[in-house]
């Protein structure tokens, strides 16, 4: 089998990520302008924001266009690292 038949995605293709942290006025900011520097035609606006039922937390659905595996390691390297992140799926 070669790799490309080992590769479950397509590319390029529009990807959805769940990023979960504490809720702050500045997490979806914060997230967007991470997964532009990836993603340069991704839009921050399209960051759908779901808030926990006490409010302590908030999770993000961002959607992006991926053009590789190694474009979505690289995304999921920086958010996972990154002090605001609590989780990424």
Known sequence: MTNQEKELLQFPCD???KVMGFSDPEFAK???ELVKEFDPLFNP???ARRPSKQ???EALHVVVHATSREQ???IYMALTHHPMV???L
């Open 15 to 17: 990807f959805p990520i």
């Open 30 to 32: 914060t997230v967007g």
């Open 45 to 47: 606006e399209t960051i």
């Open 55 to 57: 409010g302590r937390y």
């Open 72 to 74: 979505l390691d690289s």
């Open 86 to 88: 609590k989780v990424v």
